[in-house]
């Protein structure tokens, strides 16, 4: 018995001091979701990750053999500040700004269109069409033109657009398979019919003087004003008419919007045709701005720049012409990268992916906020 007395003390008292040493507390983390943030710190928070994929971005150039005194004169001095420069960005960022507003309006409607690029394939077949064929007297044809990119465009994606309402169709997969078959049916065209008579490229004929986008504004291109214009008009449409307050609607749930007496169908048809105006037109300032005829190539980089924009902007028509002049800026300094330091145009891409993955990594901070818990001891 005093044996066994001992050894039964000898285990309590390891056991009594396991327990005077378990804290009284234990602290853990949680993560919440927010149930609302002021729009100054969603701003600095985008801010702050911009800035983390600016810094890898120039570490990764560095890397690539860039000296790091000279990617402000690449990027700000020899792009903005020089007049030539500088129109050449306005140039390069009026289609994408049409291609971002056609993301925002589409996606506003919770409709994600992944066709832009086939959308502006269209825009520009269409356009082309109207100059091949001669449709109207001269004076009219630069508008007949516009008229017709708009309208193939908007024809293009009306066939995903219905499979989503009436059947339930993942308007992403429908939306990207069309890319391909306009792809091919744009090969088809200038590698067969439509190619130029005077040489064996696989491009249409040049288009006649009448029938290109005219400088205007000490050589800025009509395609610039055209881009202001209907960023002004998305802006109305989304944020004043109250077509974009059943948008807002939409956006937040279609079941309450539904609920409410919102014309859901309807709303989201037009916001989807919207769209595909608006990328059908960006491809007529590509064919009849830049290129000056239809190439097999004009749309290539568009659709994913399209897309990057209207994330970026958060659907924003504002910060998607802001997002579109620096996503230009990026190429046009990319260019000349790529001539005097042999960079390849890859890299400018990577340098896209890089900001997408730091601004879509700032989106769970604003939408969640982790919070430490105290629970009571045991």
């Excluded at 916001?271 to 290539?300: K, P």
Aim: hydrophobic share 55%.
């Amino acid at each position: 018995m005093p044996e066994q007395a001992t050894l039964s003390s000898g285990t309590a008292a390891p056991a009594r001091a396991t327990e005077a040493r378990q804290p009284l507390f234990t602290r853990r983390y949680t993560i919440e979701i927010r149930q609302q943030m002021p729009w100054w710190q969603q701003a600095a928070i985008i801010a702050l990750s911009l800035l983390v994929g600016l810094g890898i971005s120039v570490a990764i150039l560095v890397a690539a053999g860039v000296p790091a005194d000279e990617l402000l004169n690449e990027f700000v001095v020899m792009t903005v500040l020089d007049s030539q420069s500088l129109k050449a960005v306005l140039f390069q960022a009026a289609p994408m700004i049409l291609v971002g507003l056609a993301g925002c309006v589409a996606f506003r409607a919770r409709f994600w269109n992944l066709g832009l690029e086939g959308q502006m394939i269209w825009g520009g077949i269409a356009a082309t069409a109207v100059s091949l064929f001669e449709v109207g007297p001269p004076a009219l044809r630069l508008p007949l033109m516009m008229l017709a990119a708009c309208l193939g465009g908007l024809a293009w994606v009306i066939v995903p657009a219905l499979l989503k309402i009436r059947l339930q169709v993942n308007e992403i997969i429908s939306t990207l398979m069309l890319n391909y078959v306009a792809g091919n049916f744009l090969l088809h065209l200038v590698y067969g019919s439509w190619k130029d008579p005077k040489d064996a490229f696989p491009y249409s004929p040049q288009f006649r003087p009448f029938e290109r986008l005219p400088d205007v504004l000490d050589g800025i291109s009509l395609a610039v004003p055209i881009a202001a214009i209907v960023a002004l008009l998305a802006l109305w449409l989304l944020n004043v008419s109250r077509a974009g307050l059943y948008l807002r609607f939409v956006d937040a749930s279609t079941r309450v919007a539904t609920a409410v007496g919102v014309p859901v169908v309807g709303i989201t048809l037009a916001a989807v045709l919207g769209s595909g105006a608006l990328a059908g037109l960006a491809g007529l300032l590509v064919t009849a701005g830049q290129e000056g005829r239809l190439t097999q190539s004009f749309y290539l980089g568009y659709g994913f720049s399209g897309i990057l924009i209207a994330f970026l902007a958060r659907n924003n028509p504002v910060a998607a012409l802001v997002v579109a002049l620096l996503m230009a800026m990026l190429f046009v300094a990319g260019r000349s990268l790529q001539v005097f330091y042999q960079i390849p145009f890859s890299m400018v891409q990577l340098i896209q992916a890089i900001l997408v993955i730091c601004v879509a990594s700032s989106d769970f901070f604003i939408r969640h906020r982790v919070r430490r818990v105290q629970s009571g001891a045991v």
